[in-house]
């Protein structure tokens, strides 16, 4: 008996100090080491606090799946300043469309309002659909993501039953209405692999489960998606898969090498493959040649390039003053749409440019911050999707009318004319909140 005390206040001087076994776990009287191992590979119940105080229980590592899910949400608040952000951008954003193609709409439609008014219309749909899905219990989501996968790739598919505008099949026509599948595509691939990866968290170190089988689900889109040609859909689709395999957990050994194998034969059947590819992709081609240098040819495909570029330069500093471009008076071509940063360029300077851009690179970090405060895995990578594939939009936007990377027609979120891709980025924004009003900001 007196050894089994002494054995016992052994212990407790050793935990007082802060002593540590030869397996590096602490001792605590009256637990072993494979008892403490198997209490700390046990899920930790927390008191945490949601945004509108009220404490809550929840365990680390809680799953969703078999719970049972109300698809409301209603409780809590979303992120004021990422609310905030958004609807800065998008206010200034219709005042330099409204700058932009006021002329163009003049010429083409017989009112200077016609760009302007529609976009204000959608923009009222877009942000009333943003609050409403700001109430949507994301979690509800997870019993839609393989339809919604499937649906957008049948969607894909049904576009090259339309003819083609500007040689491409993006499009599906409904009489005057007109949307791009791809959209839904997006939001479709960042749902899908938050659900796989919050799912199968435990594998994600695995070949298969946490790096292959994601790279096949982007293929099979891309494959749709880059034949229409639609490039820029397909890089921005590449940059959420490798967005969300690095956050997800994949093994960087198994992207690099898979990586590696896969420009190597994207290159092999190039070349083996050229005639079919030189046809199928003859205007990728040829924005590489005017890319490398606008101002040597007189063809009118580098014309757009060479017009942006003397409408960034003519800006300067500080800007011609709001209203004041030059090159939107029918020398821009597409000026409403991919290229509206270089008359703000023109028009505010460098000064009004780097306020934009400025203004995004806080939205980004906004978003993120709001996936690093989630419930959960599966709002975390939700959010880390939606920012990725805004930000890297906005990024590819301004480095193609600056002419740093090749024309791919990309347009600027929230300012560039459309109504569908309006709507859906502030669907998406609307689930970003979502995110956010059940995110965890304090632990006691």
Not at 118 to 126: A, E, K, L, M, P
Not at 198 to 211: A, N
Not at 270 to 289: E, I, K, N, P, Y
């Amino acid at each position: 008996m007196k050894k089994k005390q002494d054995h016992l206040a052994d212990k407790n001087r050793a935990a007082k100090q802060g002593k540590r076994s030869a397996n590096n776990v602490v001792a605590y009287p009256g637990n072993s080491s494979f008892e403490q191992r198997k209490r700390y590979n046990q899920p930790q119940r927390l008191t945490v606090k949601n945004r509108s105080g009220k404490k809550t229980a929840k365990y680390r590592n809680e799953s969703h799946l078999n719970q049972r899910v109300t698809p409301l949400y209603i409780w809590g608040d979303f992120d004021v300043p990422f609310l905030l952000l958004t609807l800065a951008l998008l206010g200034f954003g219709l005042v330099m469309l409204f700058s932009a193609s006021y002329a163009r709409a003049y010429y083409y439609e017989d009112s200077s309002f016609y760009y302007i008014r529609r976009q204000i219309i959608w923009s009222i749909i877009g942000i009333t659909g943003m609050i409403a899905a700001s109430f949507v219990n994301y979690h509800f989501l997870r019993k839609f993501v393989w339809l919604l996968y499937a649906g957008s790739i049948a969607l894909c598919l049904v576009c090259y039953v339309f003819d083609p505008y500007n040689g491409a099949r993006r499009w599906i026509y409904i009489g005057s209405f007109s949307f791009q599948p791809s959209e839904i595509g997006k939001f479709a691939l960042i749902l899908l692999f938050a659900h796989l990866m919050s799912k199968d968290q435990d594998k994600m170190h695995r070949l298969w489960e946490g790096t292959l089988r994601y790279l096949f689900l982007f293929g099979g889109m891309a494959v749709v998606v880059v034949f229409q040609p639609h490039l820029s859909a397909t890089l921005l689709l590449l940059g959420i898969t490798g967005a969300m395999l690095l956050v997800g957990g994949a093994k960087l050994s198994h992207l690099f090498t898979l990586g590696g194998i896969g420009v190597a034969g994207i290159a092999a059947m190039v070349v083996t493959m050229w005639g079919f590819f030189s046809d199928q992709f003859a205007h990728v081609l040829v924005r590489l040649t005017y890319w490398l240098d606008p101002f040597s040819t007189t063809d009118w495909g580098a014309y757009q390039t060479k017009q942006s570029l003397m409408a960034i330069g003519s800006g300067g500093l500080l800007g011609l003053g709001l209203g004041e471009s030059r090159q939107k008076q029918l020398y821009l071509p597409e000026v409403q749409n991919d290229f509206v940063f270089a008359v703000v360029c023109e028009e505010l300077g460098f000064v009004g440019a780097c306020i934009i851009i400025i203004l995004f690179a806080l939205w980004i970090w906004r978003g993120y911050t709001i996936a690093l405060h989630a419930k959960d895995r599966f709002g975390s990578l939700i959010a880390v999707g939606i920012t990725t594939q805004i930000g890297m939009q906005a990024m590819l936007n301004i480095a193609v009318v600056t002419n740093t990377i090749p024309n791919t027609g990309i347009s600027l979120p929230m300012f560039s004319y459309g109504g569908t891709s309006l709507c859906m980025i502030l669907g998406e924004l609307g689930i970003l909140l979502a995110v956010s009003r059940q995110g965890i900001y304090e632990k006691e």
